[in-house]
């Protein structure tokens, strides 16, 4: 079965600090990747998505950045954190039939950038 | 441009009553709709999806959905409401791409 894995859970950075969290998928091939925030309360926002290595689509400008170097790990970064970066990111995947395919969502990463 | 709506923020019901959770969507075509549920500090957890066929979509943990296309609504039920199900709801529906495009979400509280 497929699982679904996001590391660290919790995180607490410092304004202009960097920022890397990482997000990886068992038990499928070439799954299509997407990072989600959740700002306190409840709207998801997708951020970035990948549908293969290297391609990765950016939904919203901002001061965030996604890698996928390998077929299942999909990474969110920063170089320098912002206060309004603070949140609760979400990464979930999905097969590769487009929006129409379920997509199933890690833990999350709660992140208080101070 | 396909979109759903949920338009209550939160439901409260008394336990063992049952509950519904609305959805209304706007597609062109035919509809796919997705239920989800998050608990707290959770990730979101897949409930069921209509796809065609069946208007009463049956899911986990004994939800439910009824798709009514003259409506055009998706609600979400369960006969008899647990305590354990208090949670934020989404449903979604494709966006275009490969995107889903959730719903602002419905805080349920189920209260003894």
């Known amino acids: 079965s497929q699982t679904i894995h996001q590391w660290p859970a919790t995180l607490v950075q410092p304004v202009g600090s960097p920022l890397s969290l990482e997000c990886t998928v068992e038990?499928?091939?070439?799954?299509?990747l997407y990072w989600y925030r959740q700002a306190a309360g409840r709207g998801l926002q997708l951020l970035f998505y990948?549908?293969?290595?290297?391609?990765i689509s950016s939904e919203v400008p901002q001061n965030l950045s996604a890698s996928r170097p390998q077929d299942r790990q999909f990474i969110l970064s920063s170089k320098k954190l912002l206060l309004s970066d603070s949140g609760f990111y979400l990464c979930?995947?999905?097969?590769?039939?487009?929006?129409?395919?379920?997509?199933?969502f890690g833990p999350g990463t709660r992140l208080t950038v101070l | 441009a396909q979109s759903v709506a949920q338009p209550e923020d939160q439901v409260n019901v008394a336990e063992g009553n049952p509950l519904t959770v609305k959805c209304t969507y706007s597609?062109?075509?035919?509809?796919?709709l997705f239920w989800y549920v998050q608990y707290p500090n959770r990730g979101l957890q897949f409930l069921l999806k209509?796809?065609?066929?069946?208007?009463l979509v049956k899911g986990s943990y004994g939800f439910e959905a009824e798709f009514n296309k003259s409506q055009t609504s998706f609600h979400l039920k369960k006969p008899s409401a647990l305590v354990s199900d208090s949670a934020l709801y989404f449903c979604?529906?494709?966006?275009?791409?490969?995107?889903?495009?959730f719903g602002t979400g419905t805080q349920l509280k189920v209260e003894l």
């Open positions: 979930a995947w999905s097969g590769g039939g487009g929006g129409r395919d379920t997509q199933y």
């Open positions: 038990g499928t091939s070439n799954p299509n």
């Open positions: 990948s549908v293969g290595i290297g391609q």
């Open positions: 597609v062109s075509g035919n509809p796919y």
């Open positions: 209509y796809i065609t066929g069946d208007n």
């Open positions: 979604a529906v494709p966006g275009g791409g490969n995107k889903l495009t």
